[in-house]
């Protein structure tokens, strides 16, 4: 059986896209297998604050995580535009859990990735949702039984399941219960199953 590494990222985050590819290296170089987990970050909540300056400083950082996050993006030849609005993820990583039944969550992680920071893709779509769901050869005939049904008790495992790990933040890589957190952190992760 070989060794697993879990990678917990929200579809919305920018610094799990830039993780996601090095991740997926990991499995070759390592001969690992890595599990994709998805984490609903607490957007809302962070930055939905009653003081002004508070806010203000909180704009700030989000302008500056996002020209970060083009530094990073831009060594790598990859787009990533930062989004108009705070979309909700419940939808998009529902059509991941779908997709990962039928075997095709990465397909649907690798397409919806690249659109949504073009913003080309409106998560909060169902139409869009459903049409890349069957893009990337998953029958939607099912997903709405599944968004009414075990999606959100499968989303929860999840939920219980990082909280249980101690995530706090994605991207996190979690190897032999040792948390590293942000896309940056992918050399130790290497020197951890390394050594």
């Known amino acids: 059986m070989s060794r697993s590494v879990d990678l917990w990222i929200d579809l919305r985050s920018p610094y799990?896209?830039?993780?996601?590819?090095?991740?997926?290296a990991l499995e070759k170089e390592f001969g690992v297998t890595l599990r994709l987990r998805p984490f609903t970050l607490d957007i809302q909540g962070t930055y939905n604050v009653r003081d002004p300056k508070v806010a203000e400083r909180g704009l700030r950082r989000i302008k500056y995580l996002y020209a970060d996050v083009r530094r990073f993006a831009n060594q790598r030849g990859m787009i990533i535009l930062g989004p108009k609005k705070i979309f909700d993820p419940t939808l998009i990583h529902l059509a991941w859990m779908y997709a990962d039944a039928a075997g095709k969550g990465r397909a649907l992680i690798d397409a919806a990735y690249p659109r949504f920071f073009k913003r080309e893709l409106d998560y909060e779509d169902r139409a869009a949702v459903e049409a890349l769901l069957a893009e990337i050869g998953v029958d939607v005939a099912g997903f709405d039984a599944f968004v009414k049904g075990p999606g959100p008790v499968a989303i929860g495992v999840h939920q219980a399941e990082a909280d249980k790990q101690g995530i706090f933040a994605v991207p996190t890589f979690v190897v032999d219960g040792e948390l590293f957190w942000g896309q940056d952190r992918i050399d130790f992760v290497r020197a951890k199953l390394a050594g």
């Open 16 to 24: 799990s896209f830039l993780a996601k590819d090095p991740a997926y």
